[in-house]
């Protein structure tokens, strides 16, 4: 487990309170640290689970499970997490549980609670698909202010990551470690997920949720669909979800496509009975989802954006009729 002093926000806003009423105290709140508890899920590989939670300022935007695995070569790390201070911690822990230095993160795709992060690494040591350099640049500065408002004063000090290299769709060998490469799609435009051969480690990041809602709003469910199945077809030994426990099985590739059919459905059904969103936002859901943290909020926001799709695809504009 981690040795890092941790204190919570409640705490920290407690500290500056007493600060502003002792004098010969700094009045200024202890600064807010992520309780890093890293799990060794196989040998030297260790995962640091993210909360099972929407992103809130009590919890910093730590919701994403990040994994750092040792080589020879150094510590490779698969995401960053949520914010420049995070990747700060994250870098000093690889390196204590390692011995070594960072020598490469692999970002999944563009969320900020995978992304943020890597501003606390060397550039040159951060990849990511084809596609994540480009798309950072353009909406990078939403994201991060989008996370500024949610997440508050964790986010200080973090800015937009330029990853410096691509991860080509292959094999990259770091030390005795030989990672392939899945460049797929589905829960983002580009999701890029990592088969580590030589442990049997299968790191889909968010095409994958267990035991949580998986989150849609930049989804296409049917290349998400196609992703699970090329993901199921991969002999491995764990599997890391993107949210949710480390199991070996495809539990979690199963659920993840359940939740999309479920949602799918839903909404498809509530949109044919003419239901608004609010109407649909307050639908029964089947009983087997009662086991998925965030359900109903992740359901709200799939209504949100899944049902207003339907009606332009299906409802035409009066003025094109
Ligand atoms: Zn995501």
New binding site residues.
């Given amino acids: 487990m981690s040795q890092e002093t941790t204190f919570t926000r409640r705490a920290g806003l407690a500290l500056g309170l007493c600060a502003a009423a002792l004098p010969w105290l700094p009045a200024e709140a202890a600064p807010l640290a992520y309780p890093l508890a890293p799990v060794e899920i196989a040998p030297r590989v260790w995962t640091i689970y993210g909360a099972p939670e929407p992103i809130t300022r009590a919890n910093g935007g730590a919701i994403?499970n990040i994994t750092v695995l040792d080589t020879s070569d150094g510590a490779v790390l698969i995401d960053a997490g949520p914010s420049h201070r995070y990747g700060t911690a994250l870098k000093a822990l690889a390196e204590r549980l390692t011995g070594k230095p960072v020598v490469q993160v692999y970002l999944?795709?563009?969320?900020a609670?995978?992304v943020l992060g890597a501003t606390a690494f060397d550039p040159g040591a951060v990849s990511g698909g084809p596609a994540l350099r480009g798309d950072l640049k353009r909406a990078g500065t939403d994201l991060t202010n989008g996370m500024y408002r949610v997440a508050g004063d964790w986010m200080r000090g973090t800015g937009v990551p330029e990853p410096g290299r691509v991860a080509e769709a292959g094999v990259e060998t770091i030390g005795e470690r030989r990672f392939r490469i899945l460049p797929l799609a589905g829960?983002?435009r580009e999701d890029l997920c990592l088969f580590e051969e030589s442990s049997g480690l299968l790191f889909p990041?968010?095409l994958v949720f267990l035991d949580r809602a998986a989150?849609t709003p930049?989804a296409d469910p049917e290349r998400w669909r196609g992703a699970l199945t090329t993901l199921s077809e991969i002999d491995h030994r764990l599997l890391i979800p993107?949210h949710g426990p480390v199991e070996a099985g495809r539990r979690g590739i199963d659920q993840t496509r359940r939740w999309l059919d479920t949602v799918e459905a839903r909404i498809g059904d509530g949109f044919s009975r003419g239901l608004d969103v609010t109407e649909l936002m307050a639908e029964p859901l089947p009983d087997w989802t009662t086991g998925l943290a965030v359900v109903r909020y992740e359901f709200a926001r799939s209504v949100m954006h899944l049902l207003p799709a339907l009606e332009r695809r299906d409802l035409p504009r009066c003025t094109q009729a």
């Fill in positions: 994403a999944t795709h563009i969320h609670d995978h829960h983002t990041g968010d989150t930049d993107g």
